[in-house]
């Protein structure tokens, strides 16, 4: 899940640069989630720049407004979307490329959320950073713990000289992540994958833009370059 937090109301608005006529896009997946995105947030955005002097012609939850075909979709059946002078989405930067991808040309897509992290969920309204999309995924090694996510200093060979009662030296209300990965490894009867000495992280794999293409959902177990 894509964590976002809703952007400075005044920032958004000089965004809109006196584009007055404006349609509001959420998005009832992670946005939803977080609060920053759903039924309830499109209506207090419309109130809200309604009250500025805006003309919020109509607004939408998509299911998900990452996937280019139901935004299409959205855009065939709703004409106040293709017509409206300006488009304000609510949701993650990749919902916003999304969008404007799916808008005609001449319609500026606005980002109305900032995009702050990969989650995990614990519960409903409940997250915390489980995935850095770093390319290079050591989880089978570290019992399903990230040390380039959990610790602070991204070590990938243990733990610092600052651990202390098992908690982490910089952020000091947080366990250690090399604690907690010594734990589960010997709860499992692994302690030598910490022998294993893992070189520099490669960032290239996190580079991007990038793409790919699932070439035969039922049958490939990875994804091809398109």
Known sequence: MIITKKKNIDDVVES???????????????????????????????????????NVRGGSVIDETCYRQLVLKEFRKEKDLKDSESILVLACGAGVKTVSEAAPEKTPVLAALDSLFLASVERYGRFFEGCSLCGECLLSDTAGICPHTECPKGLLNGPCG??????????????????????????????????????????SGANGPQSVLLRNPKKSTGLEPR
């Open 162 to 203: 600052g651990v202390a009662d098992g908690m982490c030296e910089v952020n000091t209300e947080n366990p250690c992540a090399w604690v907690m990965i010594y734990k589960k490894l010997k709860a499992q009867d692994r302690l030598y994958l910490l022998k294993k000495v893992r070189p520099l992280k490669d960032h």
């Open 16 to 54: 809109l640069d006196n584009r007055k006529d404006v349609y509001l896009i959420g998005c009832g997946s992670c946005a939803e989630q977080c609060k920053t995105g759903g039924e309830t947030e499109i209506k207090e955005m419309a109130r809200t720049l309604t009250e500025r002097g805006f």
